[in-house]
């Protein structure tokens, strides 16, 4: 079993719709979750960040992580077309160095949010 | 820009080739990272550097050999690649356990 899944998608919406991307983990240690947005010949940017259970707002984005049933989701409101990307979930364990920690990444979801 | 700076940007190399890939950053981070991004896959990890010290993912080829010369510069270098390896390399740092991404390399291996 994959540490991290997620529906590599794509998923269209039309503009202004309420969009939810969703990722399952294995890990039931696993404490903090990310999720990162990334434009086409672009890196991954930091998007959200999460600690344990509940949800945290910023925007038009809403994180959302359910521990007792491994599942993570990202909420856009009102999406619009510049929210076309791929989104990647993520979580962290320990690292093998001091001051590191390992990245547990999904395969990303691509979204197209049609004008 | 996330203050992770990646050059170059695209590369096209044959097998045959020797070259190398850079990653700067100036945020001051102590820890820096290369990862592999192919279609469909999740980023899969294959060097990290803290504090002078290596971690290497055991099962990226040695055709990939890295070089951290200090805490703000990192280099992947690259010989006798295969058509496989063609792929966006990306280089992130990361201090704490917030990771910053660069723009990556898209590589191209004829």
């Known amino acids: 079993q994959k540490e991290v899944e997620q529906d590599p998608g794509p998923l269209s919406v039309p503009e202004g719709a309420i969009v939810s991307l969703n990722c399952t983990y294995s890990n039931s240690a696993f404490q903090y979750f990310m999720w990162y947005r990334q434009y086409s010949r672009k890196g991954p940017e930091l998007l959200m960040y999460t600690y344990s259970s509940g949800n945290k707002e910023d925007g038009r984005f809403t994180a959302q992580v359910d521990k007792s049933s491994k599942y993570i989701s990202l909420f856009i409101r009102d999406s619009q077309p510049s929210d076309s990307a791929t989104y990647l979930c993520a979580t962290i364990n320990r690292g093998y160095l001091s001051g590191t920690y390992k990245y547990i990444f999904g395969t990303g979801t691509r979204l197209k949010v049609l004008a | 820009e996330t203050g992770v700076t990646q050059t170059p940007r695209h590369l096209v190399m044959g097998m045959t080739n020797k070259k190398s890939l850079k990653c700067e950053q100036h945020l001051g981070h102590n820890a820096m990272y290369w990862y592999k991004q192919s279609a469909k896959k999740p980023l899969e990890l294959m060097f990290v550097?803290?504090?002078?010290?290596?971690?290497e993912n055991n099962s990226v080829p040695s055709r990939f050999s890295p070089e951290c010369p200090n805490s703000s510069h990192l280099f992947l270098h690259l010989h006798t690649l295969q058509p496989e390896d063609s792929a966006l390399y990306l280089c992130?740092?990361?201090?704490?356990?917030?990771?910053?991404f660069g723009p990556g390399t898209r590589l191209t291996v004829l």
């Open positions: 992130a740092s990361s201090l704490y356990n917030e990771q910053f």
């Open positions: 550097y803290s504090l002078e010290e290596r971690v």
